[in-house]
C-alpha cells in the first residue's frame, strides 16, 4: 500500500529500504538470509465462514508479530510494544507500565510483543525514551537522531498527514527498537484514514490538522518537537513524493482499484446482505477517498512550501 510504496522510494547508503532490513546490515552467510519480515500489516484476501455460515470478506493478516519485525524475543532490549485503546502519553513510557496504568477498557495501556520477559534493562530503555521524549525543544533536537531514526521519523509523520492518521498519533502504531535506544513508530491499524472519522460514519475535513482531541498533551508536544526538529528535512521528503507521484491522488486510486479487484462483486453485495449497518457503506467509495486525497494534497502542499 502507501507506506510499502514510500519505503520502497527511499534512497539508502546500506542498499536496505525496510526499517526491519537493519537485521541483516554487516551479516554473511545464513544470517544474511532475508526472512520477509516486513515491518507491517501483509493482507492475503479471505472469504470467511462460521460452520458453514457466510460471514464476510475480509483480510488474512500477517500482522503485528515480533517475528514480522525481524526481533529476537529473547534479547531484552529489542523492544515491539503494542498500543491499546486509548491515546497515549509517550513521555510516560517507565511510568504507565510499572504502575500498571489501564486503558477505558481496563487493558494495560500497552503491552510488550518482545521481549519476551521483561527485564530492569528493558525498562531503562523506556526510562531514557520518556526523558528524551518529554525534554525541551533544544535538548530534543540535539538528542533526536539518537532515539529516533530520521528517516523513520519523518515517513511515519508524512504518511499520517497525508491520510490525516490521527489516531497514529498516540496508538495504533507498533513502537519498535532493536537496540533499546532508538524507537520507530510503524504504521498498524489503519481504520480511521483518508477522511473517515473514528464512527466511519463521517468524513474529517481534508484541511484539518493532524490533531484528535483525547491525546494527552505531553504527546501532543512530541509530535510538535518532533515537526520541528525534521521540518527542513520533511519538506524535502514531501517534495519527494509528490514529485514520484507516490503522495498523489492518483496513486490512492490505484490502491483502492487493487484491493477492489480482491473482491468479486457479488461477494460485497453478500457482505452488505449479511452487515445491512455497516456505517461507511453510506457514504465512503472510491470516489469519496480520491477526491478527499485530492483535497488533502492541496492542504499539504501550502503546508509543506511544495512547488512542483
Keep these: 500500500g502507501l507506506w510499502e510504496s514510500m519505503v520502497q522510494s527511499r534512497v539508502s547508503s546500506s542498499g536496505y529500504k525496510r526499517e526491519t532490513d537493519q537485521y541483516y546490515v554487516g551479516k554473511n552467510g545464513s544470517d544474511a538470509i532475508i526472512t520477509n519480515a516486513v515491518g507491517h500489516v501483509v493482507g492475503y484476501p479471505c472469504v470467511m465462514y462460521v460452520n458453514d455460515e457466510f460471514y464476510g470478506v475480509g483480510s488474512f493478516n500477517i500482522g503485528k508479530k515480533y517475528f514480522n519485525y ?9 523492544i515491539q510494544i503494542d498500543w491499546g485503546g486509548s491515546q497515549c502519553d509517550l513521555t510516560k513510557m517507565y511510568e504507565n507500565y510499572t504502575n500498571g496504568a489501564t486503558d477505558y477498557k481496563g487493558d494495560p495501556v500497552f503491552e510488550f510483543k518482545s521481549p519476551k520477559k521483561v527485564t530492569n534493562a528493558t525498562l531503562a530503555c523506556l526510562s531514557a ?31 499520517s498527514d497525508f491520510t490525516l492518521n490521527y489516531d497514529g498519533l498516540g496508538k495504533n502504531f507498533q513502537f519498535v527498537s532493536w537496540n533499546g535506544t532508538q524507537f520507530y513508530f510503524m504504521p498498524y491499524d ?9 464512527s466511519g460514519t463521517g468524513t474529517m475535513p481534508a484541511n484539518g490538522t493532524l490533531d484528535i482531541g483525547d491525546l494527552p498533551q505531553n504527546s ?8 520541528t526538529t525534521y521540518l527542513a528535512d520533511m519538506k524535502l521528503r514531501y517534495k519527494q513524493l509528490r514529485d514520484a507521484k507516490i503522495f498523489n491522488e492518483d496513486n ?18 453478500t457482505e452488505f446482505d449479511k452487515w445491512p449497518d455497516l456505517p461507511s457503506k453510506t457514504y465512503s467509495n472510491v470516489n ?19 512547488i512542483a
Aim: proline share 2%; hydrophobic share 40%; net charge positive.
Design 220 to 227: 501532543r508536544a512530541f509530535w510538535a518537537k518532533l515537526k
Design 70 to 78: 525481524n526481533l529476537d524475543r529473547t534479547k531484552p532490549t529489542q
Design 252 to 269: 490512492v486510486y490505484k490502491i483502492c482499484m487493487d484491493l477492489a479487484s480482491k473482491y468479486p462483486r457479488d461477494l460485497i453485495l
Design 288 to 306: 469519496q477517498i480520491v477526491s478527499w486525497s485530492k483535497q488533502r494534497l492541496a492542504y499539504l502542499d501550502t503546508q509543506y512550501e511544495y
Design 190 to 198: 489503519l481504520d480511521s484514514i483518508f477522511g473517515s472519522n473514528y
Design 129 to 159: 525514551w520518556d526523558a528524551f521524549a518529554a525534554s525541551a525543544q533544544s535538548s530534543f533536537t540535539q538528542n533526536a537522531n539518537t532515539f529516533l531514526n530520521k528517516q523513520n521519523a519523518i515517513d511515519y509523520y508524512l504518511f
